[in-house]
């Protein structure tokens, strides 16, 4: 019987925590301060049984479910009021097998974890830009990175995985191609994934780091942007990003990192206009993996964007013009390219519905005091609305979605078809819908 919480922790290998615990505001903390929430029960678990078990609890006592692997998803459904935490944050080791160029990852591995374990083989998998991010939940939705380009995103690289469904049964993704196919981008909708199996690549080093323009040359440097990835061969990953200096005047950075031996792509990046600071060199991919290194659990956020189907004069305009409405720093606009390798994969392997967009545009709210709450939720809801005529299909990136989406924004990211996929899959695996705390597939 598991009826109270001592008799979870009885039954549970790894740790219970609970309201009165001194751990207990630490472990329900999760990366986007706007999210402040008391779950009933924190179950940190360390093993498949571990998680079986904690459903059974939740079951038993009639408790909603939250998953959480990093803590990053800044619509904070890794926790939620009175409900059970399935925590796997003790679940972090990364065996690397060297020889086989594959990385078995446990469910609540962050992407540091994962880059030391691979990196000491000189080896990788396109990750996360944030070391704390969970490789589970960014995988799980998708993932856009440095090495994009090079190698992908992160679910073409995911080959196999272990996943508990909520009535407790153990699934090897590897057996099931429609599950394997579902986690390429699906969400955590269909179980928990306490092992995710991912191939790897070699990689020494990169040039990489960060520019910097200003004044008037923001806007041409953007345009010479995406010039660059239009042409630039897959050796070149590239984001950028637009923000507000002190003085309330426009700045974009772009953040390149080059894995080949002719940088003329670089070269011709530099030579854009406003160009103030060039932090462009060879470093090592840990180097690169701290460029945007944020806080955890100190800013609030809100975040909404769309995949664009291309990027012209008149969305650049736009998007200076919704960086001078931010009014003050920090909070910003995002544009990461998805050129190269994501669209190299062939659309049926994965749900992902994004690799045949161009880029991904998102307004990133990003304050700390609670009274500007309601202006910058709606500034990024408007910047979202301008970037929409631009919209591949309406639908954007489930891993920075906030948890106000509606049902048929899910849907446009996906298509028609590939929802309706998944909701035959979520019917065969949790057809109560136990897993909602996400960017939720309904089974019906
Ligand atoms: C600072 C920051 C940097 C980021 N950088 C990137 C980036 O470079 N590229 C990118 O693509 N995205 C990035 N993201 C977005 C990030 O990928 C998503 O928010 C992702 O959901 C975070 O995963 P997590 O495990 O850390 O989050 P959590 O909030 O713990 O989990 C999010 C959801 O994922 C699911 N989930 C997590 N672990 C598991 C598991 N083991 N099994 C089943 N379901 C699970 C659950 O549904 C859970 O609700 C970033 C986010 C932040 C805040």
């Given at each position: 019987m598991l009826d109270t919480l001592s008799d979870l922790r009885g039954s549970l290998a790894g740790e219970v925590i609970g309201p009165e615990d001194p751990a207990y505001d630490r472990a329900r903390r999760c990366f986007n301060a706007l999210v402040d929430r008391r779950p009933a029960v924190i179950a940190r678990c360390v093993s498949t049984r571990d998680v079986a078990t904690a459903f059974d609890y939740a079951r038993a006592n009639d408790l909603e479910v939250a998953v959480r692997g990093g803590g990053h998803n800044p619509a904070g459904h890794c926790v939620a009021d009175d409900a059970?935490?399935?925590d796997l944050s003790l679940l972090r080791a990364v065996a690397v097998d060297a020889d086989e160029r594959v990385a078995h990852a446990g469910g609540g591995a962050t992407w540091l974890d994962f880059d030391s374990a691979t990196q000491a083989h000189g080896l990788v998998t396109p990750g996360g830009v944030v070391g704390?991010?969970?490789?589970?939940?960014?995988?799980?939705?998708g993932g856009i990175g440095h090495?994009?380009?090079?190698?992908?995103?992160?679910c073409d690289n995911l080959v196999g995985a272990e996943v508990v469904t909520p009535d407790g049964s153990v699934v090897e993704a590897g057996d099931d191609g429609e599950l394997l196919w579902a986690l390429r981008g699906g969400g955590g909708n269909f179980g928990v994934a306490t092992r995710l199996d991912f191939r790897l690549h070699e990689l020494d080093g990169v040039i990489g780091g960060k520019l910097t323009y200003t004044g008037e040359g923001v806007r041409e440097a953007l345009r010479h942007f995406r010039e660059v990835v239009a042409r630039s061969p897959r050796e070149?990953?590239?984001?950028?990003?637009?923000?507000?200096g002190e003085t309330g005047e426009p700045a974009l950075w772009i953040a390149p990192c080059y894995t080949g031996s002719d940088a003329e792509e670089l070269e011709s990046l530099r030579a854009a206009p406003g160009l103030v600071e060039d932090g462009v060199q060879a470093q090592t991919f840990f180097a690169q993996q701290n460029l945007f290194d944020s806080p955890y659990g100190v800013d609030r956020n809100y975040w909404k964007g769309h995949f664009v189907?291309?990027?012209?004069?008149?969305?650049?305009?736009?998007?200076?013009?919704?960086?001078?409405?931010?009014?003050?720093?920090?909070?910003?606009?995002?544009i990461e390219s998805l050129h190269g390798a994501p669209k190299d994969a062939e659309d049926s392997s994965g749900v992902v519905g994004f690799r045949r967009a161009?880029?991904?545009?998102?307004?990133?709210?990003t304050w700390q005091d609670a009274r500007f709450d309601d202006e910058h939720i709606q500034w990024a809801r408007e910047t979202a609305a301008a970037i929409e005529p631009w919209s591949l299909r309406g639908g954007g990136y489930v891993n920075y979605m906030q948890a106000d989406e509606p049902v048929e924004r899910v849907r446009a990211t996906f298509g028609d078809e590939a929802f309706e996929r998944l909701q035959a899959l979520k019917r065969r695996y949790d057809p109560d819908n136990v897993l909602r705390r996400n960017q939720n597939i309904p089974p019906n």
């Open positions: 059970l935490v399935i704390s991010t969970g490789v589970a939940g960014l995988t799980l939705g090495l994009t380009a090079q190698h992908g995103l992160t070149l990953s590239c984001q950028a990003g637009l923000s507000l189907r291309e990027l012209p004069d008149e969305l650049i305009d736009e998007l200076i013009e919704r960086i001078g409405a931010l009014g003050r720093p920090p909070g910003g606009l995002l161009a880029f991904n545009v998102s307004a990133m709210a």
